[in-house]
């Protein structure tokens, strides 16, 4: 069975520091799909970034970057100068090639000014 | 602009009573899916549907059906609703492509008493 897992409830970050939030997954397709997604306290879900599981180079978008280790089933997200506007909600999650999604318990990120 | 319109965007129920929420896409995208968001569980898929005519289980779909009758629209039923079923519903939809982010309405906060 497809499973992500956010172990970080909560994150606290200085504003203009880095912050890395960790996702693992666990699946035995071959192809698949991960991504990130914001939610802000106002509750909409924004989409932030995509990595491939044939993607050989790690995704860039912005601000924000995935650090994908294929081989430890991890897709951690990077944001690099945290902004105030950063604090939010968290989620990671995998697409299957039967369409599956699955999203983790997501982490709380709160940047600190 | 309207992208992923979810109707209505809040509901409450008595036990036993019935209601469909509505979705509706205008980006002409194949795929289109229903989650139920509960605190400290992130998102958790409920049907979902790859076309026209066409629905599928996901993680949690005991207690609910789904209708696609048309491309653009996405019906999520509660034949008789229980207090558990309490919870915020967020519609999606996507490309059908597995790389393709989703597109996610602004959700429906439903409590059942």
């Known amino acids: 069975a497809q499973k992500i897992t956010q172990t970080q409830p909560g994150m606290f970050v200085q504003e203009k520091e880095a912050v890395t939030l960790d996702c693992t997954y666990d699946?035995?397709?071959?192809?698949?799909?991960l991504f990130w997604y914001k939610q802000p306290s106002s509750g909409e879900m924004i989409f932030l970034i995509y990595?491939?599981?044939?993607?050989?180079q790690n995704a860039t978008e912005g601000r924000y970057s995935l650090n994908f280790q294929k081989a430890r089933k991890s897709a951690n997200l990077v944001i690099s100068a945290s902004q105030l506007g950063d604090s939010a909600m968290y989620f990671c999650?995998?697409?299957?090639?039967?369409?599956?999604?699955?999203f983790g318990a997501g982490t709380r990120l709160t940047v600190k000014p | 602009n309207a992208g992923v319109t979810q109707t209505p965007k809040f509901r409450v129920l008595k036990t036993g009573q019935s209601m469909t929420l509505l979705c509706a896409q205008d980006?002409?995208?194949?795929?289109m899916y229903w989650y139920r968001q509960d605190p400290g569980m992130g998102l958790r898929l409920i049907h979902y549907?790859?076309?026209?005519?066409?629905?599928a289980k996901g993680e949690v779909p005991d207690g609910y059906n789904v209708s696609r009758l048309k491309k653009q629209n996405f019906l999520l039923g509660l034949e008789s609703a229980a207090p558990s079923q309490t919870s915020v519903y967020f519609c999606?939809?996507?490309?059908?492509?597995?790389?393709?982010?989703?597109?996610f309405g602004d959700g429906t906060r439903l409590s059942i008493l």
């Open positions: 999606a939809s996507s490309r059908d492509s597995l790389n393709q982010p989703q597109h």
């Open positions: 699946t035995s397709d071959q192809s698949y799909g």
């Open positions: 990595q491939g599981s044939y993607d050989e």
């Open positions: 999650a995998m697409r299957t090639n039967n369409n599956d999604m699955r």
């Open positions: 980006m002409n995208h194949e795929y």
């Open positions: 549907s790859v076309g026209e005519g066409t629905t």
